[in-house]
């Protein structure tokens, strides 16, 4: 049976409060309150609503006297004043309290016992408990019974819209955070991401003040079996890049596919879960992923045969940011608990819609510097609101929408990270090539794993390299399994000089938007961006 909770120290009194329910309770609500449907593998599917993705422009952070200094303000972070947060905060709770039935989910952030949080969701969709208690920690019995007073609280009251006439509101969406009062209010979206992209949020906010590096990546661990001792390895990306996708790897030790924190005694995971995009997928191309789909899997936003109940990884009837969240368990080489030792080699992802950047760069430290400020990719279709096909975007510490404190802090802690632990930084295009995105290919990913299992074997330590002429990458020019040609762009085009007018744009582009860094970055990163 689930346990129940006393909620009124959150001003919170409902008929019913459903407290850490087992997944097989929240599938019976998810079903008969939500529409939820269970498909053949066993996963609960069920639509997020109107919003599919994430909204950027509706997050505010609080303008508080003890954090306004510290706080990266801009087209990221918006300011609200405690009033209007206040305001957003009554009308979530006075929507919680018209229901006759809510549910909390109480979990914690971060496997260091050190540093960890204890994070307390209270929702009304069953859907939303399942999710967060997939995404977190999950306490075991003992720790629940003394759970106490959380460090943190998300009221999600996402089926009630803000008051677009409130001060400071930008629509009928707002996702609001509170750092002195540790509170996340979510209204008018229903999209589960929000809540795990809240937590990510405070850790962003907590860690470097521990000298702890937040990373928007994901990680994972040679087996014994290889030799290596502690062979980490970190996949940075944003949504879209391959990040889940690659670090869910059969020879490897899953630490985790998407946040984590690089301290005194490595690196750990930040949640208990994964949240992989699910377009396309297929147990041939992602078979450890594709078997994670289960009993207790929640699926976003997919299409499924009314019938047979299988579900059609292929459409996008309903968006392209179809996801599916699942306990880091489920991956069955999964590394629990999910912490381990400091990094050998550090991989950045960048999906180049243009097509112009190698498959695999060698980076110099100067340059891990510079193209860790930069964070290029492309936005990739869906995982943002309005996006529909890939938009070159560059992306701080390919983290930027959840960073909470200025990027150069982040980048000299990772600066610090790679030195002390003599860790090599690589650059690796997931993204097209032999043209931009609508003329060239999208690289193919077992392309992509054999550049991954040659860096992880430390054949690419020493191989061959071609400086490339634009940007001054030293690209890798022999992979095996990989033909040559399609190591170096510029012959992978049909038209080098088409190759050479595309790169001298971007990397006009890639000048234009480290402009904001230049006087925190020093001489020699600057040096290490593009030379034409």
């Known amino acids: 049976m689930p346990v129940y909770v006393d909620l009124s120290a959150h001003e919170i009194n409902v008929p019913v409060v459903v407290r850490n329910a087992p997944p097989a309770r929240l599938y019976e609500d998810a079903v ?13 599917a069920i639509r997020s609503g109107t919003k ?18 510290d706080v990266w303000w801009g087209p990221v972070n918006h300011p609200i ?38 994070i307390r969701v209270i ?6 408990a399942l999710f967060m208690q997939n995404m977190l920690i999950r306490p075991t019995p003992a720790e629940l019974d003394r759970f106490g007073t959380p460090d943190y609280v998300i009221y999600n009251a996402g089926q009630f819209p803000a008051n677009s006439l409130t001060a400071q509101m930008t629509s009928r969406t707002s996702i609001d955070l509170s750092l002195e009062r540790r509170e ?14 809240g937590v990510f949020t405070i850790m962003h906010w907590l860690l470097p003040a521990q000298g702890i590096l937040s990373m928007h990546c994901s990680a994972n661990e040679a ?24 670090s869910a790897d059969p020879a490897r030790r899953l630490i985790g596919d998407d946040e984590h924190g690089w301290g005194g005694s490595g690196v750990f995971n930040i949640e208990g879960g994964c949240y992989a995009k699910c377009i396309h997928l297929s147990a041939q191309k992602e078979p450890e992923i594709y078997d994670a789909i289960r009993f207790g899997t929640v699926l976003e936003n997919v299409v499924y045969d009314s019938a047979s109940r299988v579900v059609d990884f292929e459409s996008s009837a309903i968006t392209e940011n179809t996801r599916a969240a699942y306990p880091i368990q489920y991956i069955l080489n999964a590394q629990v608990p999910c912490v381990a030792g400091h990094p050998r080699n550090v991989i950045f992802l960048t ?7 190698p498959p695999v760069s060698r980076l110099s430290p100067e340059q891990a510097m510079y193209h860790f400020l930069s964070g290029y990719t492309a936005r990739v279709a869906g995982t943002e609101m309005g996006v529909f096909e890939p938009q070159v975007a560059f992306s701080a510490c390919f983290s930027a929408a959840f960073l909470v404190r200025h990027p150069t802090i982040y980048a000299r802690l990772l600066a610090e990270k790679l030195k002390q632990h003599a860790a090599q930084a690589w650059l690796v295009n997931t993204g097209w090539t032999g043209g931009a995105y ?29 400086r490339d002429r634009i940007f001054g990458l030293d690209a890798v020019t022999s992979v095996s399994g990989v033909p040559d040609r399609l190591l170096l762009p510029q012959q992978a085009w049909s038209d080098e000089a088409a190759w050479e007018r595309a790169a001298r744009t971007l990397a006009a582009k890639f000048r234009a938007n480290f402009r904001t860094y230049a006087e925190y970055a020093g001489a020699e990163v600057l040096a290490a961006g593009p030379i034409a």
Not at 52 to 61: E, Y
Not at 123 to 128: D, G, I, M, V
Not at 439 to 459: C, E, F, N
Request: net charge neutral.
């Open 351 to 357: 999906c180049d819609a243009s097509g112009v950047l």
């Open 184 to 197: 996340q209010v979510i209204l008018g979206s229903e999209y589960a991401g929000e809540m795990k992209k």
């Open 123 to 128: 929702c009304a969709r069953a859907y939303h």
């Open 438 to 466: 609508g003329q060239g290919q999208r690289i193919d990913l077992a392309v992509t794993r054999q550049i991954i299992d040659a860096i992880h074997s430390g054949a690419l330590d020493r191989v061959t390299v071609a």
């Open 223 to 246: 087996t014994p079996r290889q030799g290596y001792g502690s062979d980490v390895s970190l996949f940075f990306g944003l949504s879209g890049t391959g990040k889940t996708t690659l």
């Open 32 to 44: 008969t309150r939500e529409q939820a449907g269970i498909v053949s593998s066993g996963a609960i």
């Open 81 to 118: 004043d405690e009033h209007t947060f206040l305001l957003n905060r009554q009308r979530a709770i006075d929507y919680l309290n018209t229901r006759d039935q809510i549910y909390v989910c109480d979990g914690f952030a971060g496997w260091d016992p050190a540093c960890r949080l204890k």
């Open 52 to 69: 599919t993705g994430r909204s950027p422009n509706d997050k505010h952070i609080v303008y508080h006297p003890d954090s306004q200094q």
